[in-house]
């Protein structure tokens, strides 16, 4: 199994970006696929998740209302749209996947088995 994340990049105070997240190895009707961020010197946070199928989703309170989630189960895609974004969103963005039906907001992130390399978003003031 393995994730492949893209669409990062410089955005200023106020933009969007949507981030890709593709998939290969794994069907995500089996898989959940999280998206977390990590800030320098700080450990990984969850922002988002969708669960196997896209039965499900999850957003962290800093993520409510700007960020929205969703996915391509034919194409093998899951993307995070990110709006309104603000400095403090910057950080590198990771996808991770999970082979659990179970509902992604009930993960405390340990069952994360794989992630991707991460793609940078840096907003600016």
């Known amino acids: 199994e393995q994730v492949v994340e893209s669409g990062g990049g410089l955005v200023q105070t106020g933009g969007s970006l949507t981030l890709s997240c593709a998939a290969s190895?794994?069907?995500?009707?089996?898989?959940?696929i999280g998206w977390f961020r990590q800030f320098p010197g700080k450990e990984r946070e969850e922002v988002a998740c969708?669960?196997?199928?896209?039965?499900?989703?999850y957003y962290a309170d800093s993520a409510k209302g700007r960020f929205t989630i969703s996915s391509d189960n034919i194409r093998k895609m899951v993307y995070l749209q990110l709006r309104s974004l603000k400095p403090e969103d910057t950080a590198v963005y990771y996808c991770?996947?999970?082979?659990?039906?179970?509902?992604?907001?009930?993960?405390?992130?340990?069952?994360?088995?794989?992630w991707g390399q991460g793609t940078q978003v840096t907003v600016s003031s």
């Open positions: 991770a996947g999970a082979e659990l039906d179970d509902p992604c907001s009930e993960f405390d992130g340990s069952e994360y088995d794989f």
């Open positions: 190895g794994f069907s995500l009707d089996d898989y959940a």
């Open positions: 969708i669960s196997s199928s896209a039965s499900s989703t």
